[in-house]
């Protein structure tokens, strides 16, 4: 991480690397900050630390201190103080960076400002440069991703600088699709915006008064963006790049980004902590080209199928769990995502923990939740297993409806459109609500 | 919620039949649920039940009861 940053300031020093509403951080800022972080770890003898700070330009100073002298970071979800506690008890961290005052873990809790200041030294090269990502907890507890800064580094050998961009942060930084963009803008030597909050309103905003022109964020958001956008009638920004990634997306989503955005370039990142990313389709095309498969041992990425689930095996994925042994670095593993081949293409049919079991039945959401998606009147849909006394467990929808859309039209549309689905798969409780439950981003099938 | 009387229950059982497509031309607390008279499956009947639990806050079905006609859901309310 320290290197994109040297790289682009040894050349450039004032060039914006992160902007808010509120300042500006140059190339050189952030060098020069992570040396100081970097100092600052080294006499103090921490190899270890977790973060929770939500200031992306200190992040990214903490984060490239890290790197640069070995230690591993850690950046925590936005939780609870209660959250954070049991989350450094077991990722065992004895310091946590944070300028929120109330924590109350046990650890020893550090200001930003204590190792941002002082003078920079040269420091030792370490022999390795761990970093530690925690997964969402969409799938159950998180658990900590243990990667290394140079195999992460190696998904940015073929960025081209691109001064001028101006990406949106629409992650947060403790998740792996934060960290990813991250890399890319900083490989560029482009800008990236980051308003705080993260969210689809904020982010519309930044789009219109911060100059945004590229853009990465999951399905979900982009669903709520266009929604607020619809809604406020406000301009429409001028994208050059929509990214989509984090979860399966829906075809209809593709064609809606591409008419609202008709400047833009649309992508579709498929890549999880685990393993990495598998590059972008560029295609609108919905799921994956069949030609990700079987590659072969001397590609970067190969993939395979299983028992209708995808594997993956990949040279920039993560060494291992935390407190698991390690894995073999560059081995096959399960990516938790069922898939269908279509023709020419892999279609995502949910996660293996998705699946809802009506009656012994084992019924998709994804699809149903597609083609719910697609009913004049509805903003956004989420489809889930409603525990039954009778069958186990029905398909049930929550609807968000679009503005002046009639509940009871759209129901009975909505019946019509999953009519020919098999018995099971047919939703048997469709409910309107104001939002769909969400966490880090996507859409929360499976609650933990 | 709305409150469980007879006849909000009644009503409530009825549209999800005439919705189904399964009410039959008599319809009153003797009529049958399942055979000989609306004739429902295991996943209508699960959406009746879903449906009972969202309108009133309970349903017979989730409580482990199994009731066999018009009538019997009734029964579950006034009791």
Known sequence: MYELLERVAAADPGREAVVTHDTVTTYGDLAADARRVATALHHEGVERFGVVEHDA??????????????????????????????LSTRFDHDVLVSTREDLTAGARLVAPTAWLAGEPEDLPEPAARPHLVLTTGTTGVPRGVRHDWSRLLRGTARVRPADGQRW???????????????LHVFAAGATLVAPA???????????????????SATPTYW??????????????????????????????????????????????VYAASEFGSTGSMKDRRAGLSVDVLDRGEDAEVDMKIVDGELWIRSRTGMLGYYGEPPVEADGWRPTGDLVE????????????????????????PLPIEERVGGVPGVDMARVFGRPSALTGAIVALE???????DPATVKKAIREACSDLPAAAQPRSIKFVDDVSTAGGKILRRLP | MTSATTTSVEITVRNFLDVAGKLPDE??????????GAGLDSLETAELSALLEDEFGSDPYSEGELPQTVGEILGFYAG
């Open chain 1, 57 to 86: 330009a200190t992040v990214v100073a903490l984060l490239a201190g890290a790197a640069l002298v070995g230690a591993e970071a850690c950046l925590y979800p936005p939780d609870d103080a209660g959250t954070v506690t049991s």
């Open chain 1, 168 to 182: 949106l942060l629409a992650y947060g930084l403790h998740q792996f699709a934060g960290l990813q963009v991250l």
């Open chain 1, 197 to 215: 909050p993260r969210r689809p309103k904020e982010g519309l905003r930044a789009m219109r008064e911060l100059g945004v022109t590229h853009a």
């Open chain 1, 223 to 268: 669903r709520f963006l266009l929604a607020q956008l619809r809604s406020d009638g406000g301009t429409v920004p001028r994208l050059r790049q929509v990214t989509l990634g984090g979860e399966a997306i829906p075809g209809p989503l593709l064609d809606d980004l591409a008419t609202t955005f008709p400047d833009a370039s649309v992508s579709q």
């Open chain 1, 341 to 364: 081949v279509v023709g020419d293409r892999i279609l995502f049919r949910g996660r293996t923990s998705e699946v809802i079991n009506v009656g012994g039945v084992k019924v998709h």
């Open chain 1, 399 to 405: 609807v968000v409806l679009a503005p002046d859309a």
């Open chain 2, 27 to 36: 319809f009153g607390p003797d009529t049958p649920l399942f055979e000989g």
